[in-house]
Nanobody
Framework: QTQLAESGGASVQPGGSLRLSCTAS????????IGWFRQAPGKDREFVGC??????????SYADSVKGRFTISRDDAKNTAYLQMNSLKPQDAARYFC??????????????????WGQGTQVTLSS
């Protein structure tokens, strides 16, 4: 059974950092892209970034709103992808989700392209 589980959400101050993890089970992780999305209360789910399958080079793509502050990486040996978030802003507060797509595991911006989703982890900004 394919499962994704996010962890690492917390309450942080603006300007702080946080690392989210997305751990997968039940499939060949290395052949799948991982996308990160977020959804704030009353807003639509939005693309944060993604990393392609390692078989495709592990390339990344980011939303303009997080470019230069967020970094996505993956460790296929641990079946885990990471979202490193630095210089957090109040508008980054949301529930963060990871999702998988593939094969071939291209890094895609459209959430409809992703097949499996985690339950999400909450990121709160408080001063």
């Amino acid at each position: 059974q394919t499962q994704l589980a996010e962890s690492g959400g917390a309450s942080v101050q603006p300007g702080g950092s946080l690392r989210l993890s997305c751990t997968a089970s039940g499939y060949a992780f290395g052949f799948y892209a991982i996308g990160w999305f977020r959804q704030a209360p009353g807003k639509d789910r939005e693309f944060v970034g993604c990393i392609s399958a390692s078989s495709g080079g592990g390339s990344t793509s980011y939303a303009d709103s997080v470019k230069g502050r967020f970094t996505i990486s993956r460790d296929d040996a641990k079946n885990t992808a990471y979202l490193q978030m630095n210089s957090l802003k109040p508008q980054d507060a949301a529930r963060y989700f990871c999702a998988s797509e593939g094969p071939p595991g291209d890094c895609l911006l459209d959430d409809n392209a992703y097949d499996y989703w985690g339950q999400g982890t909450q990121v709160t900004l408080s001063s």
